[in-house]
């Protein structure tokens, strides 16, 4: 099984700043690797898919890095609605798929 | 737009069936995978099963011995059977689509909408 693995678990920032996140494979996925948010008490909602399409309707300050077992998904300016949890999920071992734990993006 | 959502107890008993469905609306079943997903605080996000709108399935090797996921297109809607359930199958259940693309020799397996979730607990 690949195992994700993302950090920081939770990642401070104040409101306009610049947050960056990372998810690491313990293996190569390729750029087999989607983003999603999630917000309490909602289901995760998908934000970038192949490492670093952004989905539809999504706001370009959302954008995704990386390839083989490194990726980033790097938030440029923070607005109110996107303190949440975030996950990383390989889909390259189809027909599996393995979840990172999550990193908490909460207000500084 | 296309909408999923799950229905089905919110309570089960341990060594029993926890049995829910996924009704699709607003869109086809067809050409699409259909998956299930759980949350739990100690699991996180964890894979159940797919299964292929051709009827063709997928389960997680952790839970296949006791999940089934079967579809009914004239319905649109799948479901999921988990067997012999005990506390630690307490969680949030999500259904959710998968897309079946394919371009540039890589394959796009990422699940693009989501139902709400429904908490099913397993108690006594």
């Known amino acids: 099984e690949i195992v994700m693995t993302q950090s920081p678990a939770t990642l401070s920032v104040s409101p306009g700043e610049r947050a960056t996140l990372s998810c690491r494979a313990s293996?190569?996925?390729?750029?087999?690797l989607a983003w999603y948010q999630q917000k309490p008490g909602q289901a995760p909602r998908l934000l970038i898919y192949?490492?670093?399409t952004r989905a539809t309707g999504i706001p370009a300050r959302f954008s995704g890095s990386g390839s083989g077992t490194e990726f980033t998904l790097t938030i440029s300016s923070l607005q109110s609605e996107d303190f949440a949890v975030y996950y990383c999920q390989q889909y390259n071992n189809w027909p599996t798929w393995t979840f990172g734990q999550g990193t908490k993006v909460e207000i500084k | 737009q296309v909408q999923l959502q799950e229905s089905g107890p919110g309570l089960v008993k341990p060594s029993e069936t926890l049995s829910l469905t996924c009704t699709v609306s607003g869109g086809s079943i067809s050409s699409y995978y259909w998956s299930w997903i759980r949350q739990s605080p100690g699991r996180g996000l964890e894979w159940i099963g797919y299964i292929y709108y051709s009827g063709s399935s997928n389960y997680n090797p952790s839970l296949k011995s006791r999940v089934t996921i079967s579809l009914d297109t004239s319905k649109n809607q799948f479901s999921l059977k988990l067997t012999s359930v005990t506390a630690a199958d307490t969680a949030v259940y999500y259904c959710?689509?998968?897309?079946?693309?394919?371009?540039?020799?890589?394959?796009?397996?990422?699940?693009?909408?989501w139902g709400q979730g429904t908490l099913v607990t397993v108690s006594s």
């Open positions: 192949a490492a670093s």
């Open positions: 959710a689509r998968v897309p079946d693309l394919c371009s540039g020799g890589s394959c796009y397996r990422y699940f693009d909408y």
């Open positions: 293996q190569s996925v390729s750029s087999n």
